[in-house]
């Protein structure tokens, strides 16, 4: 395993490389209520397949740091990938790690692969939401204009809506994987933090999916509330030059599907991995 610090404009990426730096690339890229530490239970399976597996906390998160400044996460995604020497990887993108990856595909598509989007978005999508989901993002959306914040109020419905999901119950997951994810959601210092300004597609991914050619793992969660699945169904529809475009559904995880069962996402990543011809 080797740890490095990436300069970025403005900031600085912390990456964890793990894996025969000689074989087939695999980047992992978490959800935007986590850091790298979400992948910590699934990164040696994929390495133990035969895979250099990097992982990073993006721009803000974990360690990584920024100043605020304008960004884009594709281009510090090609910054990292062009510091560590790779040319080319497969991408396995949780939630805005999903949407961090058809980014990049879009805007650098001989640098990916493949895409495994897991519970992922995708720029620009305006789903639908059942009553419980609404009701849980509206309680979100007054929380978070009260002043001064109450971050474990905020956690608590990010718990509720992303670890346990919507309608289940506090206790479905265990203790200290909700726990992960609290001090991941809210670092101690995440108050002072700085905010930087993502600046995103124009126009967004989810009107260019066509444009979309590598082939393309969609994994949902059967608790998760109910963006992902309906992401993966306007993809497997409208992502009509893409290699290939497949969905799975694993029914009782939600949203963070890589920390409830890494043995099963990883089983999925290495069999969708396996026919391609080896890159580096």
């Not at 690339?25 to 790298?36: E, M, N, Q, T």
């Not at 991914?205 to 992401?231: K, Y």
């Amino acid at each position: 395993m080797t740890e490095h610090y990436i300069e970025v404009p403005g900031g600085s990426l912390f990456a964890i490389d793990e894996g025969d730096p000689a074989a087939p690339p695999v980047l992992l890229l978490h959800a935007g209520i986590a850091d790298l530490r979400s992948w910590d239970d699934m990164a040696p399976l994929l390495t133990a397949a035969g895979y250099r597996v990097v992982r990073f906390d993006a721009r803000g998160f974990g360690r990584s740091t920024t100043e605020s400044v304008e960004f884009t996460t594709h281009g510090d995604i090609l910054a990292l990938l062009d510091a560590l020497g790779i040319e080319r990887a497969a991408f396995v993108g949780n939630s805005r790690g999903g949407m961090m990856s058809f980014d990049t595909a879009l805007e650098a598509p001989d640098r990916v692969v493949a895409i495994v989007g897991v519970a992922a978005g995708i720029g620009g999508f305006d789903g639908s939401k059942t009553p419980d989901e609404q009701a849980l993002f509206a309680e979100m959306e007054r929380l978070e204009a009260i002043e001064p914040l109450d971050a474990d109020a905020v956690a608590e419905i990010d718990l509720r809506i992303w670890v346990d999901g919507p309608g289940q119950s506090t206790t479905r997951v265990a203790p200290a994987l909700r726990a992960l994810m609290r001090d991941m959601d809210f670092p101690a210092d995440w108050a002072t933090r700085p905010e930087p300004d993502v600046v995103r597609l124009d126009p967004p991914a989810v009107t260019r999916v066509a444009e979309l050619r590598c082939p393309i793992l969609l994994v949902v969660g059967g608790l998760d509330e109910s963006g992902p699945a309906q992401v993966a169904a306007h993809l497997e529809t409208a992502a009509v030059n893409a290699a290939e475009v497949s969905v799975v559904i694993i029914p009782d995880v939600a949203h963070m599907i890589g920390m409830e069962v890494p043995d099963t996402l990883a089983a999925l990543v290495v069999d969708f991995l396996a026919p391609l011809p080896r890159w580096s």
